[in-house]
């Protein structure tokens, strides 16, 4: 009998224990003790600190949704409650605010509220039975995840991005049977992640860890669900091969971790059967490329690793024009033999260059694989300080599939070293010479220098000698007086050309260094308004289009002193050292974009049936005698001109007062700035404290007029009415400061520039309230900037002495 109670009694504690917990938690989970705890957070997170907090604190407040009173925090902002007790066809409770008590809170998101405080004074209890989502990005949190994250039962959405989180990864993240995503980069996490991440019966599909101080291993083989990880920027160890399959992955980015080893070829055919993406950059993988044949392949990030060999024929299976490939930054070789061994290259340094990696050279081999050929386009090479090559001043050709005509296809996104095919058809820009330093036995290697310019002389070393005994003192004379002399001559070349000779050192400088590593800069977005539509409508046009444009981009970035970070279709992001080259840059080519002659619809339908004209990748020249740009009045007869023509729009702020009227250029006399240009600077600026959703939506119209464009573009074609192509470009600059050690790519400065293009209109050029405040005391210098001359000769530390606001139509856009 006593053994029969023992047993009942062990049988139900369990059953007690959960029914007592539960009856703890809905105790604790009510709306009463909900608001308690949301004052408590407003009062120690810095409540009256926020930027918004419409609501808090007000316990009165009459809270009415869907025609019901709502506990008065279910109004407050940033907080939303759960509206029904049963979901209708087709919701679910993660998203529809159903399935739970009408008035408990369903979801907290105050991304980026300056909310400042320790995370663990957050009482999870109150929230924990139907909390479905807790969003608390971008912001000023710190302290620990504590185990008591646990607590939660309907948590699916965690977001603490952009936070000071330190300390380890608790255990209890595992033990959240609902939650789905979960967002904690841009932290000071450390330690290992949990074994138990993803939990017996996890749900989750989507991990980001990007930039933390994470390390140790990481096992996700129990994450039978996950569709994304990213850990960027720790220092992961991927726990080798997983036991079981991941079909559902997608994505997986270990980007900067000091990976070291091989990549298996069954890793991707086995295990990841249906990835997508795959980013591996800036590690030291070693060995050969591994086999994939995957079509679902869509992106391919492996540069800057320690990869040797060919790239494998297996790749052919899953090239296309839309795949994005970058395998820069590497030791691969189409011809090179005897590589170095694996250890050698994993522990090298950033000064090995590529005809050191390999002991021979197979010119037989081909330069590359079947499915690929070398364009006749050429194109900058992207300078990398991790780079085995030297490649400051070169162009190299460009990528294309085998047998495909590169004017009527999408350029094919790929990168590759030009040592890989033994820089085959690259050249050097004006101004360098291409020079051979191959070594005997080894794989071609070549560089762009300086030409070298041998002296000769017509006298001997007797003569010589024999003039110098005879005559010493005259020899000590024309030592003092050439010296006399040349200081002289340097003194008075600094006077009259010292500013101008000091800038053009400096912008050599610029050129020759390439990306910046630290201090200010500025970057540069345009992308073609319209692009999509076009190259849904007329492909073979866009392609004419693209290569055009490309080209004068290009043109203009090396005339200003830029460097290409990135580009991406018909998007370039360019970087400059300085506002003013950026500003220059985007004045003159807006300028070559509006001279330009751009191929219509009708030119490419009837081009079979004329006389063949220039290439699609040539820019078309244009008869100006008298610049359009400098002159006010009427064009002359001989000019030959687009309809129509981007006026610099600081042209004639250099010639006018503050109050708008006509000044004298001559008068050196300071004007100062009054309420009309105050409000041109707070116009101008606006852009830096625009929301993303402002900027969005303007980025939206900016896309929806595009798309008129071209659509009535083509209906005019059809019709036979003339077409007349006019591409407009939009551009978006923003200035910043990029710190020592931190790396350029990912910069908020540059995700800055691109949201600012977004927001422009086609012809338009936008910049943010950094980038004007730079440049507003350089106005009468930016003002004589045109299609053909750069600058006219001044000097940038000229001040300028008249300014006028903006027209209304660009102050309205800004």
């Given at each position: 009998m006593h053994l029969l109670l023992l047993q009942l009694k062990l049988l139900l504690a369990p059953l007690l224990a959960t029914a007592m917990d539960t009856a703890v938690d809905t105790a604790a989970c009510t709306a009463g003790e909900q608001q308690k705890a949301l004052v408590d957070m407003y009062r120690v997170w810095g409540g009256p600190d926020w930027h918004t907090k419409t609501g808090w604190l007000d316990t009165a407040m009459e809270c009415k949704l869907k025609g019901s009173q709502f506990p008065a925090h279910c109004c407050w902002h940033g907080i939303t409650c759960c509206l029904s007790r049963t979901c209708s066809e087709g919701n679910s409770p993660p998203f529809d605010q159903c399935g739970c008590e009408p008035g408990l809170v369903w979801e907290i998101n105050l991304e980026n509220d300056n909310l400042v405080g320790n995370f663990t004074s957050f009482d999870h209890e109150p929230f924990a039975c139907?909390?479905?989502?807790?969003?608390?990005?971008?912001?000023?949190?710190?302290g620990q995840i504590g185990e008591d994250i646990k607590m939660h039962k309907q948590l699916s959405y965690l977001d603490l991005e952009s936070n000071r989180l330190q300390g380890d990864l608790p255990e209890g993240l595992g033990q959240i049977p609902s939650l789905r995503q979960l967002y904690l980069s841009s932290n000071s996490l450390e330690g290992t992640v949990p074994a138990g991440i993803c939990g017996n019966a996890s749900r989750l599909i989507w991990l980001t860890l990007d930039d933390n101080q994470l390390s140790g291993p990481l096992d996700v083989s129990q994450c039978r669900q996950l569709i994304y990880i990213s850990a960027k920027g720790n220092n992961i160890l991927v726990s080798g091969r997983p036991e079981n399959a991941?079909?559902?992955?997608?994505?997986?980015?270990?980007?900067?971790?000091?990976?070291?080893?091989?990549?298996?070829?069954?890793?991707?055919?086995?295990?990841?059967?249906?990835?997508?993406?795959?980013?591996?950059?800036?590690?030291?993988?070693?060995?050969?490329l591994p086999g994939m044949s995957m079509y679902s392949l869509k992106r391919i990030i492996l540069n800057e690793n320690?990869?040797?060999?060919?790239?494998?024929?297996?790749?052919?299976?899953?090239?296309?024009?839309?795949?994005?490939?970058?395998?820069?930054?590497?030791?691969?070789?189409?011809?090179?033999?005897?590589?170095?061994?694996?250890?050698?290259?994993?522990?090298?340094?950033?000064?090995?260059?590529?005809?050191?990696?390999?002991?021979?050279?197979?010119?037989?081999?081909?330069?590359?694989?079947?499915?690929?050929?070398?364009?006749?386009?050429?194109?900058?090479?992207?300078?990398?300080?991790?780079?085995?090559?030297?490649?400051?001043g070169m162009r190299c050709p460009a990528l294309k599939l085998a047998g495909h005509d590169e004017r009527s296809t999408s350029p094919l996104h790929w990168s590759l070293d030009p040592s890989y095919y033994m820089f085959a058809k690259c050249e050097c820009e004006e101004g360098l010479k291409l020079v051979n330093l191959t070594k005997p036995g080894r794989i071609p290697y070549f560089e762009c220098q300086v030409p070298e310019f041998k002296r000769s002389s017509s006298d001997s070393a007797g003569d010589h000698s024999k003039w110098i005994e005879n005559y010493p003192w005259v020899v000590v004379i024309v030592v003092f007086v050439g010296c006399g002399l040349l200081v002289a001559?340097?003194?008075?070349?600094?006077?009259?050309?010292?500013?101008?000779?000091?800038?053009?050192?400096?912008?050599?400088k610029k050129r020759a260094h390439g990306l910046p590593k630290s201090g200010p800069f500025t970057v540069v977005v345009t992308d073609i308004q319209g692009w999509t539509a076009l190259c849904a409508k007329h492909p073979e046009l866009s392609v004419k289009v693209l290569n055009i444009h490309n080209s004068i981009i290009r043109q203009a970035q090396w005339l200003n002193f830029g460097c290409t970070h990135e580009t991406e279709g018909d998007s370039f992001t360019i970087v400059f050292y300085d506002a003013i080259d950026a500003t220059a840059f985007c004045l003159q080519a807006q300028q070559l974009l509006s001279i330009q002659q751009w191929p219509s619809p009708q030119h490419c339908l009837s081009a079979t049936a004329r006389t063949p004209s220039a290439s699609a990748d040539t820019i078309l020249p244009v008869k100006v005698h008298n610049n359009p740009l400098g002159n006010e009045g009427p064009a002359s007869a001989d000019s030959v001109l687009p309809t129509r023509v981007y006026n610099n729009p600081l042209r004639r702020m250099s010639t006018m007062n503050v109050d708008g009227t006509q000044g004298n250029p001559s008068r050196r006399q300071s004007v100062r700035r009054d309420a009309s240009f105050q409000g041109t600077f707070n116009r101008l600026s606006m852009i830096r404290d625009a929301?993303?959703?402002?900027?969005?939506?303007?980025?939206?119209?900016?896309?929806?007029?595009?798309?008129?464009?071209?659509?009535?573009?083509?209906?005019?074609?059809?019709?036979?009415?003339?077409?007349?192509?006019?591409?407009?470009?939009?551009?978006?600059?923003?200035?910043?400061?990029?710190?020592?050690?931190?790396?350029?790519?990912?910069?908020?400065?540059?995700?800055?520039?691109?949201?600012?293009?977004?927001?422009?209109?086609?012809?338009?050029?936008?910049?943010?309230?950094?980038?004007?405040?730079?440049?507003?005391?350089?106005?009468?210098?930016?003002?004589?900037?045109?299609?053909?001359?750069?600058?006219?000769?001044?000097?940038?530390?000229?001040?300028?002495?008249?300014?006028?606001?903006?027209?209304?139509?660009?102050?309205?856009?800004?």
């Amino acid at each position: 009998m006593h053994l029969l109670l023992l047993q009942l009694k062990l049988l139900l504690a369990p059953l007690l224990a959960t029914a007592m917990d539960t009856a703890v938690d809905t105790a604790a989970c009510t709306a009463g003790e909900q608001q308690k705890a949301l004052v408590d957070m407003y009062r120690v997170w810095g409540g009256p600190d926020w930027h918004t907090k419409t609501g808090w604190l007000d316990t009165a407040m009459e809270c009415k949704l869907k025609g019901s009173q709502f506990p008065a925090h279910c109004c407050w902002h940033g907080i939303t409650c759960c509206l029904s007790r049963t979901c209708s066809e087709g919701n679910s409770p993660p998203f529809d605010q159903c399935g739970c008590e009408p008035g408990l809170v369903w979801e907290i998101n105050l991304e980026n509220d300056n909310l400042v405080g320790n995370f663990t004074s957050f009482d999870h209890e109150p929230f924990a039975c139907a909390l479905q989502r807790l969003v608390l990005s971008d912001n000023d949190l710190s302290g620990q995840i504590g185990e008591d994250i646990k607590m939660h039962k309907q948590l699916s959405y965690l977001d603490l991005e952009s936070n000071r989180l330190q300390g380890d990864l608790p255990e209890g993240l595992g033990q959240i049977p609902s939650l789905r995503q979960l967002y904690l980069s841009s932290n000071s996490l450390e330690g290992t992640v949990p074994a138990g991440i993803c939990g017996n019966a996890s749900r989750l599909i989507w991990l980001t860890l990007d930039d933390n101080q994470l390390s140790g291993p990481l096992d996700v083989s129990q994450c039978r669900q996950l569709i994304y990880i990213s850990a960027k920027g720790n220092n992961i160890l991927v726990s080798g091969r997983p036991e079981n399959a991941l079909p559902e992955l997608r994505g997986v980015f270990f980007d900067d971790n000091n990976l070291r080893g091989l990549l298996p070829d069954d890793l991707f055919a086995n295990v990841l059967p249906n990835l997508e993406a795959l980013g591996f950059s800036k590690n030291r993988l070693s060995g050969r490329l591994p086999g994939m044949s995957m079509y679902s392949l869509k992106r391919i990030i492996l540069n800057e690793n320690r990869f040797v060999g060919a790239i494998p024929d297996s790749w052919s299976r899953m090239t296309r024009p839309s795949m994005v490939v970058r395998l820069d930054t590497n030791f691969l070789s189409c011809c090179g033999t005897q590589p170095l061994p694996t250890e050698r290259l994993i522990s090298a340094d950033n000064t090995l260059h590529i005809d050191e990696v390999y002991g021979g050279v197979d010119y037989s081999a081909p330069l590359l694989p079947p499915f690929l050929e070398l364009s006749d386009f050429l194109q900058p090479v992207n300078v990398n300080e991790r780079q085995s090559f030297k490649a400051a001043g070169m162009r190299c050709p460009a990528l294309k599939l085998a047998g495909h005509d590169e004017r009527s296809t999408s350029p094919l996104h790929w990168s590759l070293d030009p040592s890989y095919y033994m820089f085959a058809k690259c050249e050097c820009e004006e101004g360098l010479k291409l020079v051979n330093l191959t070594k005997p036995g080894r794989i071609p290697y070549f560089e762009c220098q300086v030409p070298e310019f041998k002296r000769s002389s017509s006298d001997s070393a007797g003569d010589h000698s024999k003039w110098i005994e005879n005559y010493p003192w005259v020899v000590v004379i024309v030592v003092f007086v050439g010296c006399g002399l040349l200081v002289a001559l340097s003194f008075i070349l600094y006077l009259y050309k010292g500013k101008s000779l000091m800038r053009k050192i400096r912008n050599l400088k610029k050129r020759a260094h390439g990306l910046p590593k630290s201090g200010p800069f500025t970057v540069v977005v345009t992308d073609i308004q319209g692009w999509t539509a076009l190259c849904a409508k007329h492909p073979e046009l866009s392609v004419k289009v693209l290569n055009i444009h490309n080209s004068i981009i290009r043109q203009a970035q090396w005339l200003n002193f830029g460097c290409t970070h990135e580009t991406e279709g018909d998007s370039f992001t360019i970087v400059f050292y300085d506002a003013i080259d950026a500003t220059a840059f985007c004045l003159q080519a807006q300028q070559l974009l509006s001279i330009q002659q751009w191929p219509s619809p009708q030119h490419c339908l009837s081009a079979t049936a004329r006389t063949p004209s220039a290439s699609a990748d040539t820019i078309l020249p244009v008869k100006v005698h008298n610049n359009p740009l400098g002159n006010e009045g009427p064009a002359s007869a001989d000019s030959v001109l687009p309809t129509r023509v981007y006026n610099n729009p600081l042209r004639r702020m250099s010639t006018m007062n503050v109050d708008g009227t006509q000044g004298n250029p001559s008068r050196r006399q300071s004007v100062r700035r009054d309420a009309s240009f105050q409000g041109t600077f707070n116009r101008l600026s606006m852009i830096r404290d625009a929301s993303t959703q402002a900027v969005g939506h303007m980025a939206k119209l900016a896309s929806e007029a595009g798309s008129r464009y071209w659509t009535k573009l083509n209906h005019d074609a059809e019709r036979g009415k003339p077409a007349n192509t006019n591409i407009r470009v939009r551009m978006g600059m923003a200035s910043g400061i990029l710190q020592p050690g931190k790396r350029l790519h990912g910069h908020p400065t540059i995700e800055k520039a691109k949201e600012v293009s977004d927001a422009a209109a086609g012809g338009q050029i936008l910049m943010d309230g950094s980038t004007f405040a730079e440049i507003k005391d350089f106005l009468q210098e930016l003002g004589s900037v045109d299609a053909q001359v750069m600058m006219r000769g001044l000097c940038r530390g000229q001040s300028v002495r008249r300014i006028t606001t903006l027209t209304s139509k660009a102050a309205a856009h800004l």
